[in-house]
């Protein structure tokens, strides 16, 4: 179970360095996403992944972990759900500035780390 949390970890990694050094490609993937109903898809790949955390923890070194940040993911997809489809495309404009966007990846390379470091 600690291998689901570790490949979670490296694909943290891996998008938090791309989306650092190249910014424009976290923005394509933000349209992409408000193009219809696709922000369904993201929020049922956000759900799945926080629940996979959650219930993969028991088998970290650091069990509360994984599970502080599947409550997190599940958190936000409640959250977006109660916004409202409009609210929450003004969110993804708010973040498709370059600044923002740096600073996430800053914050996801850390999660994945420490889900690394957990599992």
Do not use: H, N
Request: contains cysteine; aromatic residues 14%; glycine residues 8%.
């Amino acid at each position: 179970m600690s291998y689901f949390i570790t490949a979670i970890g490296i694909v943290y990694v891996v998008f938090g360095v791309l989306y650092f050094v190249r910014p424009d490609y976290a923005i394509a993937i933000i349209d992409f996403f408000k193009v219809g109903k696709r922000i369904f898809i993201g929020k049922i790949v956000k759900a799945v992944l926080g629940l996979l955390l959650i219930v993969c923890a028991q088998g970290a070194v650091f069990p509360w972990v994984p599970r502080v940040i599947g409550i997190l993911a599940l958190a936000g997809v409640v959250v977006t759900y109660a916004l409202g489809t409009e609210k929450a495309f003004a969110m993804m404009d708010w973040f498709k500035q370059e600044k923002r966007i740096r600073v996430i990846a800053v914050v996801a390379e850390l999660v994945g780390i420490l889900l690394i470091y957990s599992a």
